[in-house]
């Protein structure tokens, strides 16, 4: 059996139910886990919400790049997500070195990790130099308002990060993946799980993507349980 953190930041909620499917698909197969989150930032100057909030919206027409994101409601999304995730504990430095594998979640804010999630990352620069993460199984899935606005890239850009810290990259092998050979507009890549959130968030996560995301949970289960203590 091995210890699998599920570590994820979730502004729309999106990224928070594919966490809990990794989660179930470490889980079904009797492996320990915790579900922790990435604060949002504490400034509300810091949260890249606030620029839905209504005091700073700029009604500029619903043919504007606005209007087709419909930040309105996005704002009202986010408040209610936030809120279904308080119960949900913050993740510390001591749940990366408890856990044997570690599955990472987010959102892709211009084709990159979150600056919640840099910033965590940034903030745990002693694990990087101590090396207790080193060895360790690692996988990524993230979402995107639309097919074309990250998917790839962000998990991509985020292993180099995940490499400083020693951990061992684990993707979404096709043969074991058939949902995303598709021409449905659904997420889902070699590189990890994603799910399509559209360009307002109102789309939820597609079963197949849930799907994905648990297989992940399950194949970074089984590569920590494997290679539990090698460096």
């Known amino acids: 059996m091995a210890k699998v953190l599920i570590v994820y930041f979730s502004a729309y909620g999106h990224i928070h139910r594919m966490a809990e499917a990794a989660a ?3 889980q079904d197969e009797g492996h320990e886990v915790r579900l922790v989150r990435i604060p949002e930032f504490r400034s509300p100057d810091n949260v890249t919400a606030m620029l839905d909030h209504p005091s ?8 504007s790049l606005s209007g087709k994101f419909r930040v309105g409601a996005r704002w009202e999304k986010y408040e209610k997500s ?15 070195r408890w856990a044997d594998g570690i599955v990472w979640g987010f959102p892709t804010y211009y084709g990159s990790m979150p600056a919640q999630v840099k910033s965590f990352l940034d903030m745990s620069g002693s694990l990087c130099a101590s090396g207790e993460l080193e060895g360790k ?11 074309h606005t990250g998917h790839e890239a962000t998990i991509l850009t985020s292993i180099v990060p995940l490499l400083h ?18 021409a449905d507009a659904i997420g889902g890549s070699p590189y990890g799980p994603s799910t399509l959130a559209g360009p ?12 994905m ?3 992940l949970g ?11 203590g090698i460096k």
Do not use: C, W
Not at 56 to 63: A, I, T
């Open 165 to 182: 810290f020693g951990l061992i990259y684990v993707g979404l092998p096709y043969s074991q993946n058939p949902e995303y050979l598709t």
């Open 200 to 211: 307002d968030s109102s789309r939820t996560p597609d079963e197949r993507e849930l799907i």
């Open 213 to 215: 995301a648990g297989r």
């Open 137 to 147: 199984p690692t996988g990524v899935m993230t979402s995107a308002g639309s097919i």
């Open 24 to 26: 179930k698909g470490a």
């Open 56 to 63: 700073r919206r700029q009604d500029s027409g619903e043919d």
């Open 82 to 96: 936030q809120m279904e995730q308080k119960e949900v504990r913050e993740a510390s430095h001591d749940d990366l």
């Open 218 to 228: 399950t194949r970074v289960a089984r590569f920590a349980e494997a290679t539990k």
